[in-house]
């Protein structure tokens, strides 16, 4: 029994190893759907899933997928997911300036807030909200309450976020193309005068002129 005992057993760190790598994203089921197919013999019926993953620090995706059971739907929802996140401008834990989308029938507004406000959100867009790591928002839902259009929507209105450091003002605005071509065309017209006025005879003033 002792020699039992004092045997050493292998580590079993691994398996924590694996799970602390696999959740590094935050993984959320949005909508559940029974889907059904008629086929000649009746109807075949599978699930379809709706899921938002996020790493709570700007990152966020969605993906929807179809699956013979629940558990299948899922696993297929969250590797589209993975392949289509999108990197969130945020500011101080909310937006950095009013943002709106529309994706078939739904219409989402976000807008930021001040701290200690919290997610004025509710239902998929408080969820996707949530994940992408907005501490502070407002939001309003103005079409469809479709759940699939109403997360696209939410997901392509964080898409078009511009961060301060890239917004067109008075000081930093661009030169226009109008502005660009009138500069380019300046030294070429003064290099053209003076050509013409090289070209021209020199007068000769005659030696009594000059007495």
């Known amino acids: 029994m ?3 005992d004092n045997r050493q057993r292998p580590a079993r760190n691994n398996n924590n190893q694996v799970i602390l790598e696999e959740k590094q994203y935050d993984e959320r089921t949005l909508n559940i759907d029974r889907v059904a197919r008629v086929v000649k013999g009746g109807r075949r019926f599978r699930f379809r899933a709706l899921v938002v993953v996020g790493d709570k620090k700007g990152r966020v995706g969605i993906g929807s ?6 558990t299948a739907a899922v696993n297929k929802a969250n ?3 993975k392949k289509h996140l999108v990197k969130v401008s945020l500011y101080k834990d909310t937006f950095p300036h009013e943002t709106e989308a529309k994706v078939g029938g739904s219409h989402i507004l976000l807008k930021p807030a001040s701290a200690g406000t919290g ?3 509710g239902g998929v867009v408080r969820t996707i909200l949530e ?3 907005v501490g ?3 939001s309003k839902s103005l079409g469809s309450s479709n759940k699939t259009n109403t997360a696209y929507a939410t997901i392509e209105a ?11 003002t008075r000081m930093n605005k661009a030169p226009s193309a109008k502005a660009k071509a009138v500069e380019k065309a300046a030294p070429a017209k003064e290099e053209k005068e003076e050509k013409e006025e090289a070209k021209k005879p020199v007068k000769k003033t005659s030696a009594k002129a000059k007495e």
Do not use: E
């Not at 997928?65 to 629940?70: E, I």
């Not at 964080?158 to 067109?168: F, G, H, I, N, T």
């Open 2 to 4: 002792n020699n039992r």
């Open 65 to 70: 997928a179809k699956g013979s059971d629940v």
């Open 79 to 81: 590797d589209v997911a």
């Open 119 to 121: 997610l004025i959100a």
């Open 131 to 133: 994940v992408a790591g």
């Open 136 to 138: 502070n928002a407002l």
């Open 158 to 168: 964080l898409d078009s976020l511009v961060p301060a450091s890239k917004w067109v």
